[in-house]
């Protein structure tokens, strides 16, 4: 079975400040990962994915994440953070195959301090 | 010229009501979805269909029943509304496998 842990549901950064949202999976085949953002009263955007190949993944407004298999992590970053980057985050995980289905971690609300 | 749409977007109703929550994709895909967003903004997914085909049936209560009449379109219909079942439900789509989906804006439903 496939899981994703986000560590801390909630983190405050400073405008201007390095954003980073911890995501560690599980899976017992080579797993397809996911970061979407969620704004309020809105549909879930996808930022970034890794299927194979580079393990450093860059996405939509500055936003990348990089696949550590050693650690199973999916760590997502942005250099600067902006205050319309504060928004629900969520890592999620697939596994491919006919029955494919997403698995989300619990999402991280991301908070951004003026 | 939206993507994936869903109708309505707010849905309040009394306890023991049936409804309906309807679904449209014009991406071409071939798979759709339906998730739950609870209060904790927790997302799980109830099922999904391929081609109209159901896939994947998770442990969800038989009073959802879901309707795929084309692979364009998936309908989510719920009978005797029950409090719990309060909830935004997300559509979803995708093509490629692992290729991630598309969601809509989601379906805000509130029982009283």
């Known amino acids: 079975a496939q899981s994703v842990t986000q560590l801390g549901s909630h983190v405050s950064v400073s405008e201007g400040a390095l954003v980073l949202l911890r995501c560690n999976y599980s899976?017992?085949?080579?797993?397809?990962l996911f970061w979407y953002v969620q704004y309020p009263n809105q549909g879930l955007q996808l930022l970034l994915k890794y299927t194979t190949g580079a393990t450093l993944v860059k996405g939509i407004n500055g936003f990348e994440a990089e696949f550590k298999k050693s650690e199973t992590s999916f760590h997502l970053t942005k250099p600067s953070a902006h205050m319309s980057d504060a928004a629900e985050y969520f890592c999620a995980v697939s596994r491919g195959g006919r029955d494919d289905k997403i698995i989300f971690g619990k999402g991280t609300r991301l908070h951004i301090l003026p | 010229d939206t993507a994936v749409s869903q109708t309505p977007k707010y849905l309040v109703t009394q306890m023991g009501n049936d409804k309906s929550i309807k679904c449209e994709q014009n991406?071409?895909?071939?798979?759709m979805y339906w998730y739950k967003q609870d209060s904790k903004k927790f997302l799980k997914i109830m099922f999904s269909y391929n081609n109209k085909e159901l896939i994947i049936n998770e442990t969800v209560p038989n009073r959802f029943s879901p309707k795929s009449p084309d692979k364009a379109h998936l309908n989510l219909h719920i009978n005797s509304l029950e409090l719990g079942d309060s909830a935004v439900y997300f559509c979803a789509s995708s093509h490629v496998r692992g290729g991630g989906y598309t969601f809509g804006s989601g379906t805000r439903l509130t029982v009283v």
């Open positions: 899976s017992s085949v080579p797993p397809y």
């Open positions: 991406l071409g895909h071939d798979t």
